[in-house]
Every structure is written in structure tokens, then in C-alpha cells.
Antibody, heavy 122, light 108 residues
Framework: EVHLVESGGAVVQPGGSLRLSCAASGFTFDDYTMHWVRQAPESGLEWISLINWDGSSIDYGDSVKGRFTISRDNSKNSLYLQMTSLRSEDTALYYC???????????????WGQGTLVTVSS | SYVLTQPPSVSVAPGQTASITCGGYNIGAKSVHWYQQRPGQAPVLVVYDDYDRPSGIPERFSGSNSGTTATLTISRVEAGDEADYYCQVWDSNSDHWVFGGGTKLTVL
């Protein structure tokens, strides 16, 4: 059974940094592109970053580009999101999620973690 | 950047059919995916590639996509279908994933 478990969420001051982790199990981690998606309180879903199977292809949403860095360690079946220069508008539940299929087919995200909460506040 | 437009809310009586739309420029040329998000839970993929269903998703959930509008149709609506629904596409111009703003489905 597929499991994605996020961790690392916390309360952090504006301008601060945080590193989120996602532990994956139940599938061949290094076959899949992985993503971070966030959801601000009482708001919709926002895709923020992707990393392909070997880390050679990475992209970011406009709102986080230059401040957040996605990475993965396939030996540990883990996905990471390093967040810097945090702002109040980064306050959200951050989800780790995987592509439905391996390869570059853009067929949606089939498994999601339960999310980890990041609160940016002084 | 590419924009997807959904109605904020849709209401339907139990047993009836709910239609949730997702508008976008020439969206018919893209593959549209739909998610259900019940309160306090993570999203669940209910339709991918316009009309395919992942395993475990009831046949009551179906999709279509043409021109400037994609539609998620839920037949024989049940109380448990009450949730927020999001459409999603891959924007190849920006190499970004895009979500619609979400539609709250209320079962009367």
C-alpha cells in the first residue's frame, strides 16, 4: 500500500526558513515524478514544485521560485522542500503527492499525504 | 499563465445529477484531471485524462472535455459526495501544473 508521510511543518517567523520532508513507501519511489502542493486556510490547491525521478528536471510555481528548493533522495525514498525567505502568504498545509504514472505523461496525482502545516507568523 | 475557472458552488438533491464545469482557453486540447476533497482530508483523484477513472472510483463519476469547457458529472448523487472538487491541467507553455479554484458541492 502506498504511503506518503510529510513532516517538518512548524510555526516560523517571516523571513525564516524551514525544511519539509516526505517519506514514501509502497511503490518504486525512483520511478516517479513527485510534487509539492499547498493549500492555504480556507483556500484552494496550489501546485508549487515538481522533481522528476532522478532530479534532473525541476520546476517551481511563480509564487515560490527563487525561495523554495525541491530535492529527493532515492536511496531513502524521501522528498524534501527547503523553504527560505518565508512570508505570511506561505502559511498553508503542504502536501506531498506523486504522479499517477511513471514517465512524463502528466496524468494527474494519484496518492497524497495528509499534509504538514506551515505557519508563518511573528 | 493559464487560468482555470470553476463555479464556487453547486447544489444538488440526493439521487440527482451534478455537473461541475471547468473553463479554460482551448481546454479541449488538454487533458483534464479532477479531484475530490472532503473536509479535513487530502484530495483524491476521481477522474484523469478527461474521463478515465482510477481504480476504486465509482462509475457514477464521469468526465468530458471539449472546446473551452471540461465537465465532471456525478450521477445519482449521495450525501458522501459532498466535497470540494478541483480541476487540473498541465500547462505546457509554462511547464506548470494549474488547478482551478475549486467548486463546493452541496447535497441538499
Amino acid at each position: 500500500e502506498v504511503h506518503l508521510v510529510e513532516s517538518g511543518g512548524a510555526v516560523v517567523q517571516p523571513g525564516g526558513s524551514l525544511r519539509l520532508s516526505c517519506a514514501a513507501s509502497g511503490f518504486t519511489f525512483d520511478d516517479y515524478t513527485m510534487h509539492w502542493v499547498r493549500q492555504a486556510p480556507e483556500s484552494g490547491l496550489e501546485w508549487i514544485s515538481l522533481i522528476n525521478w532522478d532530479g534532473s528536471s525541476i520546476d517551481y510555481g511563480d509564487s515560490v521560485k527563487g525561495r523554495f528548493t525541491i530535492s529527493r533522495d532515492n536511496s531513502k525514498n524521501s522528498l524534501y522542500l527547503q523553504m527560505t525567505s518565508l512570508r505570511s502568504e506561505d502559511t498553508a498545509l503542504y502536501y506531498c503527492t506523486k504522479d499517477l504514472t511513471s514517465g512524463n505523461y502528466h496524468r494527474g496525482f494519484d496518492y497524497w499525504g495528509q499534509g504538514t502545516l506551515v505557519t508563518v507568523s511573528s | 499563465s493559464y487560468v482555470l475557472t470553476q463555479p464556487p458552488s453547486v447544489s444538488v438533491a440526493p439521487g440527482q445529477t451534478a455537473s461541475i464545469t471547468c473553463g479554460g482557453y482551448n481546454i479541449g486540447a488538454k487533458s483534464v484531471h479532477w479531484y475530490q476533497q472532503r473536509p479535513g482530508q487530502a484530495p483524491v483523484l476521481v477522474v484523469y485524462d478527461d474521463y478515465d477513472r482510477p481504480s476504486g472510483i465509482p462509475e457514477r463519476f464521469s468526465g468530458s472535455n471539449s472546446g473551452t469547457t471540461a465537465t465532471l458529472t456525478i450521477s445519482r448523487v449521495e450525501a458522501g459526495d459532498e466535497a470540494d472538487y478541483y480541476c487540473q491541467v498541465w500547462d505546457s507553455n509554462s511547464d506548470h501544473w494549474v488547478f482551478g479554484g475549486g467548486t463546493k458541492l452541496t447535497v441538499l
